[in-house]
């Protein structure tokens, strides 16, 4: 088993950005990204609400309970709250954002759901802090340890 890997950041610019109701949340991530030049950086957090949402989750049996699941479970009309990072897939030299959510729905009182965010459509607003990285390369790499998921490496 591995251990834990760490590096001082050099932090570049910080962001405040309001994503607009019907947004499709990470394209328009994305394209805030391209329009900026940032090629990697921490969203410490955002909050808003999405009208849909697909999660990562199942509640059906799974071969193997310690692997990851990529089933969509689609939530509607949900508050939210999240956090994540943005850095480059080595291979394609594409960004691959990497969130998580925090949900609760709005119609049932709250129920909340929490997972790896797939896609969604904002509702009404997201607001959302991105600060960016200028060192070290942050590369999302697949790690042949956990089943080839990409995880973050922070390059030397």
């Not at 943005?86 to 909340?112: D, E, F, M």
């Not at 929490?114 to 790690?143: G, K, W, Y």
Request: net charge negative; proline share 8%.
């Amino acid at each position: 088993m591995g251990g834990m890997h760490s590096r001082p950041l050099t932090l570049g610019r910080a962001f405040g950005v309001v994503f607009d109701h019907g947004d499709d949340f990470l394209p328009t991530l994305l394209r805030f990204c391209a329009e900026n030049e940032v090629r990697q950086a921490y969203l410490p957090g955002f909050l808003g609400a999405f009208s849909q949402v697909g999660l990562v989750g199942t509640c059906e049996p799974v071969p193997d309970p310690q692997a990851p699941i990529w089933p969509r479970m689609r939530l509607e009309y949900v508050e939210a709250i999240g956090s994540g990072t943005v850095a480059v897939n080595p291979t394609t030299g594409q960004l691959a954002p990497h969130i998580h959510v925090a949900t609760g729905k709005r119609l049932l009182a709250g129920t909340g759901h929490t997972s790896h965010l797939l896609d969604a459509t904002v509702q009404f607003v997201i607001e959302l802090l991105v600060i960016e990285v200028t060192a070290p390369t942050m590369l999302r790499v697949p790690d042949p340890g956990v089943y080839d998921l990409a995880v973050l490496r922070l390059d030397r």
